[in-house]
């Protein structure tokens, strides 16, 4: 990792910078009381939760790869169960509803340099060309349309349920489709791809914070998304 360009590590920090800005300014947004401080409460959980994530990987906790159960799912299981549990209970889920759907969507911009830094990645041999826009990872185009559909079909002017719904739910597979492979890309016992070169750079600090944060929040946004959008009497703002 040390022989890796420093502008790899830069243009990655800044999406998960910027990740975390869409987070904070959606929930502001949510909030009915500007004294409230739901902001900075789930501000302070979430840089606990990338600081903890941090300090495992500078410490190598994520680099034995032979141990069951595989590492990773330490990284994959908390974000989604405290999503699931978001959505789940009445008071939270009332309150991320509120989040406008147009900068959940707008969220989905940072899917393009991820991607682009995935290809850095894959070209340094620390993962497979197979998790890139070269193989079977599309997710850029999830990135490259959202700021349409969030002008054209979620925005205040000009609204498309449908549309919208559609979009959410084919950019949702194609996250999926990603992640599985990856997943099954890395040195686990349970590898099935990129046999030839594993799928190692997010094991290592600051890339785990890809499946640790960045790949939670575009789920959750996604499925806060579609549950507005699949409400008929929701406002699409």
Do not use: C
């Amino acid at each position: 990792m040390s022989e890796l360009p420093s502008y790899v590590s830069g243009v990655f920090l800044a999406t998960v910078a910027t990740t975390f800005g869409f987070l904070y300014y959606g929930i502001k947004l949510a909030q009915k009381n500007k004294t409230s401080n739901h902001a900075v409460v789930v501000s302070t959980f979430l840089m606990t939760w990338l600081f903890i994530i941090a300090l495992l990987a500078l410490y190598d906790f994520f680099l034995v790869f032979d141990a069951m159960p595989p590492r990773l799912i330490f990284v994959l299981s908390p974000p989604i169960i405290t999503i699931l549990a978001v959505l789940s209970i009445k008071r939270s889920r009332n309150f991320v509803l509120r989040i406008p759907i147009t900068t959940l969507t707008y969220l989905h911009i940072v899917r393009v340099p991820i991607e682009i830094v995935l290809w850095w990645l894959a070209g340094s041999q620390l993962l497979p060309y197979l998790l890139t826009f070269e193989g079977i990872n599309y997710d850029i185009l999830s990135g490259i349309t959202a700021p349409f559909v969030a002008i054209f079909m979620v925005g205040l002017r000009s609204k498309s349920r449908i549309g919208a719904i559609l979009w959410n739910l084919i950019t949702l597979g194609l996250l999926i489709n990603i992640v599985s492979h990856a997943i099954l890309a890395a040195p686990t016992p349970f590898q099935v791809f990129g046999m030839d070169q594993p799928n190692v750079a997010v094991f290592y600090f600051p890339f785990i914070w890809l499946p640790s944060f960045v790949v939670p929040a575009v789920l959750f946004s996604h499925l806060v998304s579609l549950i507005k959008l699949l409400d008929k009497d929701s406002d699409l703002i």
